[in-house]
C-alpha cells in the first residue's frame, strides 16, 4: 500500500491522544475501512497491525489502566512485531502512526499505549505467531469534541502539547539553506506523538537527508525511544511526499536510528 500522504498529512497537526470515548458505536464500513489499512500498510514485513473489535476494554483494566484511564472504547489496534528485529521498535511506530493518522482522518479517537495496557490480554486477543510481541496498542472510537476536566488532567491539557524549537533539535545545514520538503518534513516530525511528550528525538540535516538520532541512550518510562522515534519518521516521510520528494529509510546503529535519503525529487 503506497503513503495516502496528502490524506495523512492533513490529520498531523489535528490529531491528539484522547482516552475517553463515548459509547456511540462506529459504523461496520469505517472499521472495515480501518481493518484494510490495518492489512494493507505493511512497509516492513516484521510489523503488523491488527484490529480487535470484542473485549477491548479487557485489555485497559486493571492498577495500571486505572492510571491511564482509558474509558469505553469500543475496539483497539494492537502494534505487533518480531522481538528478533534489532530495529523493531522504530518499525512498530512507523507502522502504528500510519494506523493512528487513518483514524484520526476517519474522525476516529486514538491514543499510542505503550505500557499502561496489559500485552498478554491482546495477545489472546489476536493470532500472535511465534517470536512476535505486542508493543502497544490504540484505542478507537469516537469521543466528545470539548476535553472533559478529567481528560485534561489525565493528558495535561496545556503542557503536553509544549514543543521544543526545531534550533533545540536540529545539526547540520544551517535552516536558511533548508529546501522547503526538509523544512516541512521537521516541522511534522517536531509535532509527532512521544511518551510522556518526551521528544527524544534529534535531526541532522545533510544535502538530500535527514537522520534521526537519539537525545541519549537511556530509555525512561519503559517505553524504548526508538518507538518514538518510528513515530517521527512516518511524519518525515509523508511530509516529503507532501512535497513532491520521494526517500528511502535506512536504519542505523544507535544512538543514530535512521536516515531519510532522497531518491527522487520533482522540484
Excluded at 139 to 160: A, C, L, N, Q, R
Excluded at 193 to 217: C, G, H, M, Y
Aim: charged share 25%; aromatic share 10%; proline share 5%.
Amino acid at each position: 500500500m503506497d503513503i495516502p500522504f496528502s490524506r495523512w498529512y492533513e490529520t498531523i497537526t489535528i490529531r491528539r491522544s484522547r482516552r475517553l470515548f463515548i459509547s456511540e458505536p462506529v459504523p461496520e464500513n469505517l472499521l472495515e475501512r480501518l481493518n484494510t489499512v490495518c492489512n494493507q500498510f505493511r512497509p516492513f514485513t516484521e510489523a503488523r497491525a491488527v484490529m480487535v473489535t470484542h473485549s477491548a476494554n479487557k485489555v485497559f483494566k486493571g492498577i495500571t489502566a486505572n492510571y491511564g484511564k482509558i474509558k469505553g472504547a469500543p475496539a483497539l489496534i494492537a502494534f505487533i512485531g518480531n522481538i528478533r528485529d534489532s530495529h523493531i521498535y522504530e518499525k512498530v511506530g512507523y507502522l502504528g502512526e500510519g494506523i493512528v493518522l487513518e483514524a484520526t482522518a476517519l474522525n476516529l479517537g486514538t491514543c499510542w499505549v505503550g505500557v499502561l495496557f496489559r500485552p498478554d490480554v491482546a495477545a489472546s486477543l489476536i493470532k500472535i505467531k511465534e517470536g512476535e510481541k505486542v508493543f502497544a496498542v490504540t484505542p478507537i472510537g469516537y469521543v466528545k469534541k470539548e476535553w472533559s476536566m478529567e481528560e485534561k488532567i489525565m493528558t495535561g491539557f496545556g503542557w503536553t502539547h509544549k514543543r521544543k524549537s526545531l534550533d533545540e533539535l536540529v545539526t547540520g545545514i544551517d535552516k536558511v539553506k533548508w529546501p522547503l520538503w526538509i523544512k516541512t518534513a521537521l516541522e511534522a516530525a517536531r509535532i509527532a506523538p512521544s511518551a510522556v511528550n518526551r521528544q527524544p528525538w534529534r535531526f541532522k540535516v545533510e544535502p538530500d537527508n535527514i537522520t534521526v538520532s537519539l537525545d541519549n541512550p537511556k530509555d525512561t518510562f519503559n517505553i524504548p525511544k526508538q518507538l518514538d522515534c518510528g513515530i517521527a519518521m512516518l511524519h518525515i516521510e509523508v511530509a516529503s511526499l507532501y512535497c513532491g520528494v520521494t526517500g528511502e529509510w535506512e536504519f542505523l546503529k544507535l544512538p543514530e536510528v535512521a536516515r531519510f535519503k532522497v531518491t527522487w525529487s520533482d522540484k
